[in-house]
C-alpha cells in the first residue's frame, strides 16, 4: 500500500507498507527500505528491532521506547493484531505514555497522521 507524500511533516515518514517491508523517508528525502522490526519517531529511526513477533517482547524493550519520551506508541503487530501482555506495558504506563496496539500497515497510518500533526509519536513495528 503506498500512502501519499506529506510535505508538511518533518522528520521521518513511512511511504509505502507491503508484506515484505517498509519504505521510510529520512529526514533529508533518502528513502530507506526496511524488512525486520523498527522503531520510528519524527527525529529517530532505529532499524532491525529486536523483536520479530508478539511473543518476544519484553518490558525492556518498552522501557527503551519510554526513554524516547513520546506521548504516545503505536505498537504494530504485524499483519493481524495480538495484544501483548499488560503487564509488559508497565514502563509506558509508569511515564504516563499511550500505547495503542493495532496491526502494522494501521500503526503506519496513524503514525504519519499523528506526525503530521506534530505530535512527538514513536511507531514500534513488528515484522517478521
Excluded at 532499524?47 to 504516545?72: C, S, T, Y
Amino acid at each position: 500500500m503506498r500512502f501519499n507524500q506529506d510535505t508538511s511533516s518533518s522528520g521521518y515518514t513511512i511511504y509505502t507498507v507491503t508484506t515484505e517491508g517498509v519504505t521510510v523517508r529520512s529526514p533529508e528525502g533518502r528513502s530507506l527500505l526496511l524488512e525486520s522490526s523498527f522503531i520510528i519517531g519524527t527525529d529517530t529511526l532505529i532499524k532491525d528491532w529486536g523483536p520479530r513477533a508478539i511473543d518476544q517482547l519484553m518490558a525492556n524493550h518498552f522501557a527503551a521506547i519510554a526513554a524516547m519520551k513520546p506521548e504516545v506508541v503505536l505498537l504494530g503487530t504485524g499483519q493481524r493484531l495480538r495484544f501483548p501482555p499488560h503487564a509488559l506495558l508497565t514502563p509506558l504506563m509508569e511515564a504516563g505514555i499511550g500505547c495503542e496496539v493495532m496491526d502494522s500497515a494501521a500503526a503506519c497510518r496513524t503514525y504519519n497522521v499523528l506526525n503530521s500533526e506534530g505530535r512527538k509519536v514513536v511507531a514500534a513495528l513488528l515484522f517478521p
